[in-house]
């Protein structure tokens, strides 16, 4: 609950909720209990909001008509494209006064340019959707998450999503050239362009990237298109410490330039949960070994360089004992499983009972020293606790996940979230680094901004708010 | 003059200019008008600027001390680097009142990260010195301008530089990481952050680059290095028409993927023109061709890959009679002579009478269509006219600079300058480009701003410049 809510509306009445409802149509001003359910919690299960009305617009000008109401009537409105979101951000409050401005519904692919490399979509088209249009092109759009047959671009890029393969492309805000973007007020900014140089004023559009629904709702972008690597070598490593894994990037880096995509790591820990819970997995090496990477190296053409390129790359590694162990995937079926494990690795956590979630990032070269400062300080916290590390170790992106000791009660375990997240990222404040790396603020992290932020940055951040939604009716007890 | 500046301080007493002096020093606080004379012009001479003190201050510190200071005072200060700008941002105006905030003193490079690939630079460090630390570490910092060994990386970044490597790196905005600015009230914004993936709140770094000091001064970055290509294939290539350059353009991207760094395009004119004034340059080709493009295609390696890559391109394009002749780099002296061809370009236009800029930008796609509408538009304006559209071709970004008929007077041709930027930016806007693709706005076309962009992307950039300066003490009459 936040006190900045008090000049908001209170409860809504039939009347007001008659006058939201026919900008939509009925059919999509949803006040049932179970149509409304979906769009109330997310799917960690920390957040259950509540709402008397979820709008689902068709088009930008009902957007527009959505928020000059809301402006109108000082009635909060909480943004949400596919629910997918960690930190809440898409979730109204308790207290019941917030509208949820569902996107889903603005699901047009505007235009795709093959030649210019570039496509325009509506905020409610999934990310899926987008990499099937781009694949009809011979194209790449390279946002890539676990979530992406769920996923919305509109959300994606209110919270600059990553995912795996920003070592490569980038994250959402470097895939996106121009947004078209409601405010507060309802007015609209039409800043869908698809130029890649374009010097005329201040960069709106990155503001609005990232910025949680909180200044403005994002309905359509216009996006980058990358060309499709025609091949990709996977391998899956076993090394035997972090430093390793350090020397081992640097040289798959040096050696393959361009061409690395992805680099993930895992610990053995992690690797022993999903051979655990989900039955059709095995481990793709003969021994075990401390730490895994999986590595992805791409090709433009389907000529054998890339596998090449990393089949020398291991071979020099082995050479140098920088790796202990390695195995290249051998055909698409072996490929889908090392990547498996790595997608599995979330879901299996939640199966072995409570799991405490870390999205942090530090400086690469302190990915290493940062693990082990902050094992040993989880370690102290709550004796016996299972950290699993895990994810971008290209750009410094650490999932550090921490699950419970065996014989913990799951809830007991649960309590000390926020001393686990506060050692973690005492941590990570220690070398330099950011407590949320790709899953935003939200909801959850809001408590923790300022303490993160000097007073500066939270001036600036707030007058941005304030510039952008005076009546604060825009995702209000969000981000800032 | 901007009817802005009726609130700032007038004409400096002596007391306010002591005060002044007294924070840096006064060997730096410049008023003898040879000292000041060379703050005070730019290089196309278009304008000419009055100041009371040039100050060159040495610390952040000093900087907020001297903003704070010209904040109670109400006393415009214009901030400026090394003074290579093409729109007259860095110029002071002519009525006198306004500090020169120069920040070439700030030289320090104060780390540089070969293992996380970052480096962190004062605001007033030279590009080229950039380019050599990076150099020195076995890296690449990949903005490339032909004012590097001038312009300096806070000016690049207030300005988003461009140049010829964009397609490939991105341009100055894609480079950094964080930022170090002092506010228009003298307050220090820390945010020198060197991490790849940081989503915690609004991006206040990208409002900043591109801003051109008008709403904060720059005093430090965080940069990105990238891996150093060891090797890079040139050929120098001659085609029939500007559709030819579009198959070239997609079959070169298509087959080399990221491997390709430039690709720049220049009429027969722009190449004769070179010919004509520069003694040391000769034509690369036997005949002549009404296009050329200077194609680079670099590699991590030298193996010998990117020239291979290169010409196995040019055969296939030869082949299917993409390009009418090509012609292979086959030493670094031919290399360097290939793209001095290019650097030229812009110095021989001035020793060709009169010449009309424009940086513009259109869909890459549209690149064609834009030139041949352009030229033929340009010819009912100025009959005789010779336009010279060159430069970044795969960002879309031509450079369509028109130099005077042979027969006609200099000053009446410049005089023409707003009909031919008129013309020519009526073509940008039916193919959805931009006025300023890397140049900026500044005070050249801040006239032309509210013509392009809407009233609601006018209103949300006037809210910024309000926020951030609501004094408009920061380059007033510029950008917005």
């Not at 919690?41 to 008397?52: A, H, I, K, S």
Request: net charge negative; glycine share 10%; charged share 25%.
């Amino acid at each position: 609950m936040d006190d900045q809510h008090t000049e908001h509306a209170g409860p809504m009445d039939d009347d007001e909720r008659a006058e939201f409802t026919a900008i939509v149509g009925e059919r999509y001003a949803l006040v049932d209990a179970v149509d409304i359910a979906p769009h109330l919690v997310e799917r960690r299960g920390l957040y259950q909001g509540v709402t008397p009305l979820v709008l689902k617009p068709r088009t930008t000008a009902e957007v527009s008509r959505v928020l000059k109401l809301a402006h109108a009537k000082r009635r909060p409105v909480v943004p949400q494209g596919g629910n997918t979101g960690l930190v809440g951000g898409q979730i109204p409050f308790e207290q019941g006064n917030e509208i949820v401005l569902n996107l889903s519904r603005m699901d047009q692919v505007r235009a795709v340019d093959p030649v210019g490399n570039t496509m325009i979509a509506e905020a409610g088209v999934t990310l899926s959707r987008l990499q099937d249009e781009a694949d009809r092109v011979e194209r790449l759009f390279p946002l890539s998450l676990a979530s992406e047959g769920t996923c919305q671009i509109g959300g994606n890029l209110a919270t600059n999503a990553g995912g795996m393969q920003v070592l490569a492309y980038g994250n959402a805000r470097h895939l996106c050239l121009g947004l078209e973007v409601v405010l507060a007020d309802g007015r609209i900014w039409d800043g869908l362009r698809t130029l890649r140089k374009d010097n005329t004023g201040y960069d709106m559009r990155d503001l609005f990237i990232g910025s949680e629904g909180t200044i403005g709702v994002i309905t359509a972008a216009a996006l980058i298109l990358a060309p499709r690597p025609a091949a990709r070598a996977t391998a899956f490593v076993g090394l035997n410490d972090l430093d390793q894994i350090s020397r081992f990037f640097e040289l798959v880096r040096s050696t393959s330039a361009g061409a690395l995509t992805r680099f993930e790591i895992l610990p053995r820990f992690g690797l022993e949960l999903v051979l655990k819970h989900a039955d059709d997995m095995r481990d793709p090496l003969e021994g075990p070994h401390p730490w895994y990477v999986i590595v992805e190296v791409s090709g433009a053409h389907d000529d054998g360089l890339a596998e090449r390129q990393l089949m020398s790359v291991l071979e020099r590694a082995a050479e140098t004992a920088v790796v202990a162990d390695a195995t290249l995937a051998a055909s698409q079926t072996q490929d889908d499983a090392f990547w498996a494990i790595r997608e599995r690795l979330s879901e299996v956590q939640g199966l072995e009972g409570g799991s405490i979630k870390n999205d942090v990032a530090v400086p690469v070269a302190d990915v290493p020293a940062f693990i082990r400062a902050a094992t040993a300080k989880v370690a102290e916290v709550v004796p016996g606790s299972r950290p699993i590390p895990f994810g971008h170790f290209g750009d410094g992106n650490i999932h550090f996940n921490v699950s419970q000791p065996i014989d913990m009660d799951k809830d007991a375990f649960l309590a000390r979230w926020d001393d686990v997240c506060g050692a973690v990222n005492e941590m990570v404040l220690g070398f330099g680094g950011t407590i949320s790396a790709e899953h935003g603020i939200g909801r959850l992290k809001r408590h923790l901004l300022a303490e993160i932020k000097s007073p500066v940055e939270m001036e600036m951040m707030r007058a941005i708010k304030r510039t952008f939604d005076p009546l604060n009716i825009l995702n209000p007890g969000k981000v800032v």
